[in-house]
């Protein structure tokens, strides 16, 4: 049960950042290679905001900054494929993800920089289970941030007109929606999730130039979920996050030796091939069928 409480932690945060792919994806049918170097952003300012600003009070402006970050993305650098093949623009978004990195590890220099997370590894006691607080903490914004999702797009006026735009923007444009705006609004959102995500990878953590390799997790999570279903990118992120820290908990007992000692490390790319052999479309995603 604690590695499953550790697991629903470390899920929350891939649940962050595929809701980012999803999102991205839904309005503009291109998957953005971009969101691991928003998430490096994010947690990079973080640690400089940090000091005068306190934990939350960074994070809230990291994640401002950043969803100003991606917006500019979208502006400047993809605004001008659209019309454009999608591999075409896919392609765009990792010379992005790339620039934005080499930027982002300029400001971090050689010097190790932190995010002084109120909780480091402080543990409580749940109903005899010890559960890091860290943990407890991601889960519970995740939770926020998710239900304020879906009442966005349920009950706003943009919220409906993006998700008219990731039915059919054709039609969308016909009714007079600005699908340019549902553009903008949707790396928007990816980049400020991006942030959030990363801020709590690096809680209690060293920020380094590598930690961007955990949002390739989200990669599996989407397949999982389904590539254009944001509850699916929810379930998808808690299940692999789950699956990851069992893997790591009983891999002394049960894996075999000529497996190594990291089998946690490839067990989303492993459940990645299994979908995709199984049920391409993933558990939530929508099957497409075209008639001849």
Do not use: C
């Not at 559960?131 to 903490?137: K, S």
């Amino acid at each position: 049960m604690e590695a499953v409480i550790r697991g629903l932690g470390r899920g929350s945060i891939y649940a962050l950042l595929a809701l980012g792919f999803v999102i991205i994806f839904k309005a503009t049918r291109v998957i953005s290679f971009a969101q691991p170097a928003f998430m490096l952003a994010g947690a990079v300012l973080v640690t400089f905001l940090v000091g005068p600003l306190g934990f939350w009070g960074a994070l809230i402006a990291a994640t401002l900054l950043t969803a100003l970050l991606a917006l500019g993305v979208e502006r400047s650098a993809v605004r001008p494929m659209v019309g454009r093949p999608a591999f075409v623009v896919a392609i765009i978004t990792l010379g992005v993800d790339i620039a934005v990195r080499v930027v982002v590890n300029a400001f971090l220099g050689i010097n190790v920089r932190q995010v002084d997370d109120p909780w480091g590894l402080k543990t409580v006691e749940l109903a005899g289970l010890r559960v890091e607080q860290r943990h407890i903490a991601v889960l519970l914004t995740t939770t926020v941030l998710v239900a304020g999702l879906f009442a966005y797009f349920r009950f706003t006026r943009m919220g409906l007109a993006m998700r008219a735009a990731s039915y059919d923007q054709e039609a969308a444009l016909a009714q007079g929606v600005s699908v340019g705006s549902v553009f903008a609004v949707s790396w928007a959102m990816a980049g400020g999730l991006a942030a959030v995500a990363g801020t709590f990878v690096a809680a209690g953590e060293n920020v380094d130039g590598l930690m961007w390799r955990i949002a390739l997790v989200a990669l599996p999570v989407i397949i999982l979920g389904g590539l254009d279903s944001l509850p699916g990118a929810v379930v998808g992120g808690l299940l692999v996050g789950v699956l990851q820290e069992l893997a790591a908990n009983y891999q002394a007992e049960y894996a075999p030796v000529w497996l190594g000692e990291n089998v946690s490390i490839i067990t989303p790319y492993v459940v990645m091939l299994l979908v995709l052999l199984v049920k391409p479309y993933g558990l939530f995603g929508t099957r497409e069928v075209e008639r001849v």
